[in-house]
């Protein structure tokens, strides 16, 4: 819910791999820093320039 609310999808070509790692990262670290989320998601690139929207989703289910 917290992809939609911050409108995240766009093409939807790399979402499955950002949820999991998204996912990932919350199960191990719950509260993650925003440096945190940018390592995990790093080796996830979107053409669509969504970054700052994941940042914002994963800091919203922290």
């Excluded at 790692?21 to 509260?31: G, I, K, Q, S, V």
């Amino acid at each position: 819910r917290a992809w939609l609310a911050h409108q995240v999808p766009q093409c939807g070509y790399c979402q499955a791999g950002q949820i999991m790692a998204a996912a990932a990262l919350l199960r191990d670290t719950p509260a993650p820093t925003d440096a945190q989320i940018d390592a995990a998601m790093a080796g996830h690139l979107c053409r669509c320039g969504t970054q700052h929207r994941v940042r914002a989703a994963i800091r919203s289910l922290a």
